[in-house]
């Protein structure tokens, strides 16, 4: 995935205005609304409650690379999901598509994914394979690492497609990490320059956050192995702050 | 769909088991592996649990525990856990595992981890823990290379090729090779050897028949070369040159000419075996000269571990070696002293006794005198002469014994009656502290003199040793003193209580408790061997251990006593003075692997003694 620049996006203000987590019900009503029938299908599969403890959750890692950071302009050129639960990161049971996005492949954004011009030229349509992947995410939560990408990124790709958006429920693990390092003000004029504090924010990016719990650098930047980085990482999110029990409410949005 | 995830292939293959797989394998291992995190101080494996998986340490620290709680192992990057219990037919897990730090699991199905075992030996060879095949594999590896017992002829040169054009003149021939002083030069024309000129051709073919010397060289060089292969042999070299009658082998490694083997390498090499070097300590003349030839022993020493001589055949050599010395010093000293009074016996004890010798060791020495000994009129005598061998040794890099075993101390100084009177008490009478001192006497060699007085107390040993139970209960309880560690982690030895340390004594917590151990099961048996691997066959016959074990024990011994030796070859290649501590990181992976695996089965045997030697108990 593609962060830095994004992490100032005003997030989520695009996405349709949503109850508060009630996801479960929102899947009912949009099931209903939902005329494409892929999507149809993947809103009936429905959600779990709000209050389902982790232990519980189907979980669903999943990292989308980019033709670049405009959401409005750049598309999808490749998709990873690999299911999880608290307990296991079925690594062995991923899947990962190369596909075409529709917008010309930059030059810079080829050395960052290294997905290269004839590798999607050869590659299908996201509308190929949109059911497969509407399918295999059914019922799952996912898990991302700043969700303001993949959501914009989905919508908009499906409205184009099928004229129609997306809600999506999603555990952030770029957002669990803010709430930990980005609660705390700024030191003020005076700590500034009086006591000499230097405002130095915590990177909440996915390959500081894995290191401050111990897990070793991946080479970023392939929707798996970031799909995998950002599953590792919930995991041990939930060891250090939280717990098997814990409500669904408490991480999703 | 399955896909790969590059990272856990990536990882795969750079470490130790997997890279024994096939690359197509390695990709379904890579396809089926799960991922796990353990927050640090958490439970992964407890006992009993039912085994579905094996795991591999991706990051972060693992410790695993015997079912009694005691560590077993501490595992870092890399390193695997759950395979004893996946081998088990009940499968159940059989070493509890925690996370020491935070830690990401690679978990492998053990359905997927079975079909591997059975199926890739060189895989199951690693992964192996409980059974010592692997470490048998390694030993018997250099065991086989030691029959070769030579040098490559690569090996033996000592510098590259002098070369010179054919138009060079034979005065300016004659003037480079005093220049570089060698004694010959090999003629190179278009990149090829085409002829070589040696010393005798200067004379017999220039200088004898008055030829102008701004001649050139060509038209004395030998055109018909005679060569001979880098990997060849030293003694095929020889051979070569004895058939051909020449002294001078260009040596040639993928056509190129890499440098001329001599005769005078091939001696200089000879003269570094060890053979030479005890015949070269008799021809010396007094205590000066016998301390010039410490660095021929060395030398000789780091050849024949280079050469990957056995453990056995480097420990009797240097044996031979130090008994040489003694013996010298102690002609050399009754020259200087006159003849003894009475007769005597002087004994080598410890290793030397033993013939294990490595490059770093005490003087351990004693002296049994006639029975007939009168302390007044003889023991001035016996003193001079023993202090006149314990200094000798001392110059000859044989520093004193600090527990004070040396024949300078006139308690060990005494006549045979005493000496019998010693063994009868330590061995009827034992006490744990008062055979903590005298275990050394029980690895006694009569080296000068008169050795039967030696061979008598050796009698009595095994008979009076062998079913005394009360004796190798303390002998067996001084013998479990010493433990080895548990292994390594990161560049850190573990101890059995887990904390870390720096470097590892291989001497201390390795060959040490080993030959402790080994000597009780020997004494045990009435066994009359002095040497470890002997005890061992000896140990074997008489089948007191469970099956195998005696074998375990023997690989054991060797690639400690290896370790060790390859460590003091090494230091003193370097310049340093030899000691018997090691640091981890000073190990391959290979090594380290395999110091596990005899540090595993000195663990194992010590505690086979403790149970087999208690107190009152049958043997």
Not at chain 1, 224 to 251: F, I, K, N
Not at chain 2, 295 to 319: H, L, N, P, T
Not at chain 2, 516 to 522: E, F, G, M, P, Q
Not at chain 2, 606 to 617: E, S
Request: proline share 5%; aromatic share 8%.
């Amino acid at each position: 995935m593609l962060h830095g620049g994004l992490l100032r996006l005003p997030t989520d203000n695009r996405i349709p205005a949503q109850g508060a987590c009630d996801w479960r019900g929102r899947f009912a009503v949009l099931a209903q609304q939902t005329k494409d029938e892929r999507l149809k299908a993947y809103y009936a599969a429905g959600m779990p409650a709000g209050n389902t403890p982790l232990k519980n959750v189907p979980l669903m890692a999943m990292d989308v690379e980019t033709t670049g950071l405009n959401p409005a302009k750049d598309g999808i050129v490749s998709v990873g999901i690999l299911p999880m639960s608290i307990d296991r990161i079925q690594s062995s049971a991923s899947r990962h598509w190369i596909v075409q996005p529709h917008v010309p492949l930059a030059d810079e954004s080829v050395t960052i994914h290294g997905i290269t011009h004839s590798q999607v030229a050869d590659a299908p349509e996201l509308a190929d394979i949109l059911g497969d992947l509407l399918h295999a995410i059914a019922g799952h939560v996912l898990v991302v690492h700043c969700r303001a990408i993949e959501r914009q990124f989905l919508n908009n790709a499906l409205t184009r497609l099928i004229h129609e958006p997306i809600e999506i429920p999603m555990i952030d693990t770029m957002e669990l990490e803010a709430r930990l390092h980005r609660n705390q003000p700024p030191p003020s004029w005076w700590d500034r320059v009086v006591r000499k504090k230097q405002y130095r924010p915590v990177s909440i990016r996915l390959a500081d956050s894995r290191k401050r719990y111990g897990l070793p650098f991946y080479k970023p930047h392939h929707a798996l192995t970031d799909a995998l980085a950002t599953a590792e990482l919930l995991q041990a999110q939930v060891a250090h702050r939280y717990s098997p029990e814990t409500p669904l409410d408490d991480l999703w949005c | 769909m399955e896909s790969e995830q590059l990272e856990v292939l990536d990882f795969l293959q750079r470490h130790l088991p997997f890279t024994a797989l096939p690359e197509d394998t390695l990709h379904e291992v890579a396809r089926a592996i799960d991922v796990r995190y353990f927050k640090a101080d958490s439970s992964i494996l407890t006992f009993g649990e039912p085994a579905h998986n094996w795991f591999i340490v991706r990051s972060g620290a693992v410790e695993i525990f015997r079912r009694d709680g005691t560590l077993y192992n501490r595992l870092t990057e890399g390193g695997h856990f759950g395979e004893a219990g996946l081998l088990q037919q009940r499968r159940q897990v059989r070493f509890p595992a925690h996370a020491l730090e935070d830690t990401l699991l690679y978990v492998l199905p053990g359905e997927m981890f079975i079909d591997l075992f059975e199926q890739h030996e060189a895989f199951a060879d690693l992964v192996e823990v409980e059974d010592h095949s692997r470490l048998r594999t390694v030993v018997s590896k250099s065991e086989q290379a030691n029959e070769l017992m030579s040098a490559s002829v690569e090996s033996l040169l000592v510098r590259g090729a002098v070369i010179a054009d054919p138009t060079l003149s034979v005065s300016a021939a004659a003037a480079r090779m005093t220049e570089e002083g060698v004694s010959s030069l090999l003629i190179i024309e278009a990149d090829a050897p085409v002829g070589i000129i040696t010393d005798r051709d200067i004379r017999t073919r220039a200088v004898a028949h008055s030829m102008a010397l701004d001649k050139p060289v060509r038209e004395i060089m030998t055109e018909q070369l005679v060569t001979v292969r880098h990997d060849h042999l030293a003694f095929e070299a020889m051979n070569i040159m004895m058939r051909n009658n020449v002294h001078h082998l260009p040596v040639l490694k993928h056509q190129q000419a890499i440098g001329v083997l001599s005769l005078s390498d091939i001696i200089r090499y000879e003269s570094r075996n060890s053979l030479f070097v005890v015949g070269r300590i008799f021809h010396q003349q007094n205590v000066d000269d016998l301390a010039a030839l410490t660095e021929e022993v060395q030398a000789s020493f780091v050849r024949m571990v280079r050469e990957d001589f056995s453990a056995k055949i480097i420990g009797s050599a240097m044996a031979a070696i130090g008994r040489s010395f003694k013996q010298r010093l102690l002609e050399l000293g009754e020259a200087e002293l006159g003849p003894p009074p009475i007769p005597y016996c002087f004994l080598a004890l410890g290793s030397m006794a033993r013939q294990e010798q490595l490059i770093v060791t005490d003087q351990d020495n004693a002296m049994i005198l006639d029975n007939r000994f009168d302390p007044v009129r003889h023991d001035a005598y016996f003193a001079a002469l023993a202090k006149f061998v314990s200094d000798g040794l001392a110059r000859c890099g044989y520093p004193y014994c600090t527990g004070e075993v040396m024949a300078t101390n006139p308690k060990w100084r005494q006549p045979l009656s005493v000496w019998q009177g010693y063994f009868k008490t330590w061995i009827e009478s034992p006490t744990a502290a008062s055979l903590l001192d005298s275990s050394i006497f029980f690895d006694l060699d009569g080296v000068h003199g008169r050795t039967e007085f030696a061979e008598t107390l050796r009698v009595l040993i095994a008979k009076t040793a062998k079913g005394n139970s009360r004796f190798l209960a303390s002998m067996a309880r001084n013998a479990l003193q010493r433990t080895p560690p548990i292994g390594f982690f990161k560049e850190f030895v573990v101890e059995p209580d887990g904390r870390h340390t720096r470097a590892i004594n291989l001497k201390r917590r390795g060959t040490a408790p080993l030959t402790d151990l080994i000597r009780v099961h020997a004494l045990a048996i009435g066994s009359r061997s002095r040497n470890s691997f002997d005890r061992v066959a000896d140990i074997i016959k008489a089948g007191i251990l469970p099956n195998g074990r005696g074998q375990d024990l023997h690989d054991a011994l060797e690639f400690i006593s290896m370790a060790r030796a390859r460590n003091h070859a090494n230091e003193i290649t370097s310049g340093q003075q030899a000691d018997n501590s090691i640091e981890p990181d000073m190990l391959s992976d290979f090594e380290r692997k395999s110091l596990r695996d005899a540090f595993l089965i000195l663990g194992n045997a010590q505690k086979f003694l403790k149970f087999r030697y208690q107190p009152g108990r049958l043997n």
